[in-house]
């Protein structure tokens, strides 16, 4: 305390004792490792501020205003020193609700002058649990729009998902803005409130879900949702999904975010993660606390549906599959292909989930929107096991240009038709064997294409301020003829086919024209050539 009239500077009071704190309760969720039950013990802790000994005081609590307990204690707290006391009479929390829990602690040692520090009041918060009814899915619509930055048990109107942070900056937030989730308004969005915030937060929304009787090697149970990333690109190990089969138990690393393939500010849905057979391979089941873990490294703020970093989920469902049948792939042909003839083999790999061996799958084929061909997998594939098979018919893919593939499955009792389909949209370019080979443009495209993410190449006359003309002639490939490049673009432009059999020194050269942004020590804008064999893996040429 300041020096005055009477007083020493720092002295203590006489005979204040402090309630400190109350340790247990905090909260509970029902049919958990943290529910509250019918007996639950409630603990408090006190702290002696007075320069002697204190040796007796009453411990009180009450319970929405109801008194509870009033119990004398008999020992000795040193100056300064602290006591945990558990309250001999328990109380039933056992009931989902908000209890209004009052502590005070009453000094009988001597009269206690500082009366206003004797109580602390909590609000203790067990949480319902209703068991899951399958298939279900949660659109977060019942969520209060709110931000949290601490840690919170139980957010306000979804009350099954709690939020954990490592910086204060580390924001989670139902809602942003208009236009942000893929449902209705509300979602799960996580980033860091601020900018270039150092080490970052690591942040987690943990979701509980009550799947009481499921058994993992039983029921083939599945996750999946609506993820969009906005404008991050960076890889961190705590962008990830993890899973365990009741909250005690380690968790389970499930989906790797950026493996998703997200274009920024657009939601896409993620694979059916297989949980019954993670959860059996790392000898855990289901149960009353199942939980689901996302994680989001924030080092920047959202600033809108594609500008700086943060994730954004909705949509979340758990469901059943049965009897779940996958098209994988289309094998061959190649998105690139070269020369293709009216003959084309379609080879498909086609995965069976379940946990018995099927056989007897129809299979679909459609060439560019054609007449579709129906045929049979005999082969018994094993369960969880994959199997590539080739269609009977072959394709007419000898058009030069593009042309579209579509397989699928159709086994009666799968369930689950997300991923019974795959296309492939392809390119069968034309070949080039005379050489040497110039290609002006000057005629037409010269049977070069382009495709990626915000593709802005374009063919004809170049009329931007800076690159306004071609190298001869009149016309060349740009990235938008009349502008810039577009925004967050990663495309490419494809030439056609060169057969360079026979040649000892195979050379490339072209004139190029370029302007690009320099950011210094980060990449902004870059060019490069790549080559390949095979039209699936491409090698950098040069640097």
């Not at 005081?57 to 319970?63: E, K, P, R």
């Not at 000094?107 to 500082?114: K, S």
């Not at 968790?251 to 950026?258: G, H, K, N």
């Not at 049965?322 to 070269?338: K, L, R």
Request: hydrophobic share 35%; aromatic share 10%; glycine share 8%.
């Amino acid at each position: 305390s300041a020096a005055n009239s009477g007083s020493c500077a720092g002295s203590i009071s006489d005979n204040d004792i402090r309630m400190d704190s109350i340790i247990a309760p905090v909260y509970g969720r029902i049919s958990t490792s943290t529910a509250l039950t019918a007996a639950t013990v409630v603990s408090a802790r006190i702290k002696n501020l007075d320069d002697a000994n204190v040796t007796n005081f009453n411990m009180l609590y009450s319970v929405n205003g109801v008194p509870v307990a009033n119990e004398p204690v008999a020992v000795i707290i040193a100056p300064g020193a602290t006591y945990v006391y558990n309250f001999t009479a328990t109380y039933n929390f056992s009931a989902a609700g908000n209890y209004v829990l009052r502590v005070e602690v009453q000094n009988t040692t001597g009269a206690d002058p500082v009366t206003v520090n004797n109580f602390i009041i909590d609000t203790i918060r067990q949480l319902n649990n209703a068991v899951v009814t399958l298939p279900f899915t949660d659109n977060i619509e019942t969520a209060t729009s709110r931000s949290y930055y601490k840690n919170r048990f139980g957010v306000a109107g979804i009350d099954r998902y709690d939020f954990t942070n490592t910086d204060p900056l580390g924001r989670f937030t139902t809602f942003l803005n208009t236009g942000m989730a893929y449902s209705g308004t509300k979602s799960l969005i996580m980033d860091f409130d601020g900018w270039n915030g150092g080490v970052g937060s690591n942040n987690y929304i943990y979701g509980t879900y009550n799947l009481t009787g499921v058994d993992a090697a039983i029921k083939d149970m599945r996750l999946d949702f609506q993820f969009k990333s906005h404008g991050d690109s960076v890889v961190n190990a705590v962008n990830k999904i993890w899973i365990r089969g009741d909250d005690s138990k380690p968790w389970v690393e499930a989906f790797t975010l950026s493996s998703n393939g997200n274009t920024p500010g657009v939601f896409k849905k993620t694979k059916s993660i297989e949980l019954s057979d993670l959860l059996v391979a790392n000898t855990q089941n289901f149960s009353s606390s199942f939980q689901v873990r996302f994680g989001q490294f924030g080092i920047v703020r959202i600033n809108d549906n594609d500008g700086f970093q943060g994730h954004n989920f909705d949509d979340i469902r758990l469901y059943e599959a049965i009897d779940d049948i996958q098209m994988i792939s289309i094998d061959t042909p190649t998105v690139i292909s070269c020369g293709l003839n009216n003959t084309v083999p379609v080879k498909v790999t086609v995965r069976n989930s379940s946990s018995l061996a099927i056989s007897n799958i129809p299979v679909r084929l459609v060439v560019d929107g054609g007449v579709p061909v129906l045929e049979t997998i005999t082969f018994s594939i094993p369960a969880n096991s994959t199997y590539q098979y080739t269609f009977t018919a072959t394709a007419d893919l000898s058009a030069t240009g593009n042309h579209t593939v579509l397989v699928n499955v159709q086994y009666a009792s799968d369930n689950f038709k997300d991923n019974d389909t795959v296309t492939v949209n392809l390119v069968n370019s034309v070949v080039v064997n005379s050489f040497p080979h110039i290609e002006n443009f000057e005629s037409n495209n010269g049977g070069w294409y382009s495709g990626g993410v915000n593709d802005s190449w374009e063919y004809g006359i170049p009329a931007s301020t800076k690159i306004n003309k071609a190298a001869s002639g009149t016309k060349a490939w740009k990235t938008n003829l009349n502008g810039n490049h577009s925004d967050l673009e990663l495309s490419y432009l494809y030439s056609p086919c060169y057969s360079i059999t026979g040649m000892t020194n195979p050379t490339l050269s072209l004139s190029i024209a370029l302007d690009l942004e320099d950011c210094g020590g980060t990449l902004c804008d870059g060019a490069y050539f790549e080559y390949s064999e095979n039209g699936k893996t491409w090698n950098r040429l040069g640097s």
